[in-house]
């Protein structure tokens, strides 16, 4: 009976052990948001992925220190856009990754025609409350930064690999969307709109390039997208 003591303990423990083996990365593990007071949604984007072997629920939580009271901050998860009176992630909200998936995990400003500067801490939490990562932020308002310097500097295609649809950063003045495949051929194109979703589910694995191209039909910026 001795003997089998620490066998029945062990099996006891083994479901808590297994279940508090939560792994992921940060992509990058800090951000900074520089933009001119104007704007009105300026955003950094952290890749989040479930590295484990198992699937895992994540939540967040969401800190500024400092900056002018009118500034507005707010997350976009796997799941939706919160109000910026949402400090955390809600509880009947989580993000489920399962083994190797990965996930946007958005800070989104928009500081109110006003100037300043800010920290930020973005913290990354299990389902038992643990914050498994921390990505720290600097924010920088300023009005000698030119609005389409923000823009071009900090624009990007997410997810990048997809599988089914991609997004664009806030990017002042983006008006169409067109995909071309490695060969030239135009695949698709859109209308451009702030967090629309472009699907391109039906679309052939492959490299393609997302052309963006403001109003006045001059090409902003080139990107290639990797379709899975």
């Given at each position: ?11 006891l423990?083994l479901?808590?052990l297994m279940k ?14 520089t933009?001119?007071?104007?704007q009105t ?12 072997s198992?699937p895992?629920?994540l ?13 507005l901050?707010?997350i ?9 009176g ?9 993000n ?5 998936e ?14 300043g ?31 389409k ?6 624009l ?6 997809t ?12 008006r ?5 495949n ?10 451009a ?14 490299i ?12 902003i ?8």
């Amino acid at each position: 009976m001795k003997r089998l003591l620490p066998i029945l303990a062990g099996l006891l423990l083994l479901p808590v052990l297994m279940k508090a083996q939560v792994s992921i990365t940060v992509d990058p593990g800090s951000f900074v948001i520089t933009g001119h007071p104007s704007q009105t949604d300026i955003a950094a984007h952290i890749l989040v992925t479930n590295t484990a072997s198992s699937p895992v629920n994540l939540f967040w939580s969401k800190r500024m220190n400092g900056g002018p009271a009118n500034w507005l901050s707010w997350i976009c998860d796997k799941n939706l856009c919160f109000d910026p009176g949402v400090n955390s992630c809600p509880a009947n909200k989580p993000n489920q990754l399962n083994p190797g998936e990965s996930f946007d995990l958005q800070v989104h400003m928009n500081p109110g025609n006003t100037e300043g500067s800010a920290t930020y801490d973005l913290n990354v939490i299990d389902d038992q409350g643990n914050v498994i990562a921390t990505v720290a932020g600097e924010i920088n308002i300023s009005s000698t930064t030119s609005v389409k310097e923000a823009g071009d500097s900090r624009l990007t295609v997410f997810p990048n690999p997809t599988q089914d649809f991609f997004q664009v950063s806030d990017t002042p003045g983006l008006r169409y969307i067109e995909v071309f495949n490695i060969v030239g051929n135009k695949t698709k194109s859109f209308d451009a709109a702030p967090q629309r979703q472009y699907f391109v589910g039906e679309l052939p694995e492959g490299i393609y390039l997302v052309r963006l191209i403001a109003s006045s039909g001059k090409v902003i910026k080139t990107v290639r997208l990797s379709k899975r």
